[in-house]
């Protein structure tokens, strides 16, 4: 059974930094393409920076050159770190991986809220 676990969440100051991390268990990490999404309230869930299975990795525009993503794949586990943070990227978080025959995986998510 495979398990996403998100933790690191909190609430900060704008321009303060959090790291989430998210652990996965059940699935071969090192071969899955791992994905952060965030949701905020009365908003679509939106996706946020993926990192491929070579390290390759995308951001949407919102977040580039603030937000870094990265994976230990020693400890099935990868990571959103977020620096400069604005009142704008308040949302619940969820990490997210592809599953067997087209399924995907979700963590539960991790709520992060930033103040102005």
């Known amino acids: 059974q495979a398990q996403l676990v998100e933790s690191g969440g909190g609430l900060v100051q704008a321009g303060g930094s959090l790291r989430l991390s998210c652990a996965a268990s059940?699935?071969?990490?090192?071969?899955?393409?791992m994905r952060w999404y965030r949701q905020a309230p009365g908003k679509q869930r939106e996706l946020v920076a993926v990192?491929?299975?070579?390290?390759?990795?995308w951001y949407v525009n919102s977040v580039k050159g603030r937000f870094t993503i990265s994976r230990d794949n020693t400890k099935n586990t990868v990571y959103l770190q977020m620096i400069s943070l604005k009142p704008e990227d308040t949302a619940v978080y969820y990490c997210?991986?592809?599953?067997?025959?087209?399924?995907?995986?979700w963590g539960q998510g991790t709520q992060v809220t930033v103040s102005s």
């Open positions: 997210n991986t592809d599953g067997p025959r087209g399924s995907t995986y």
């Open positions: 059940g699935i071969t990490f090192s071969t899955n393409p």
């Open positions: 990192i491929a299975r070579d390290g390759s990795t």
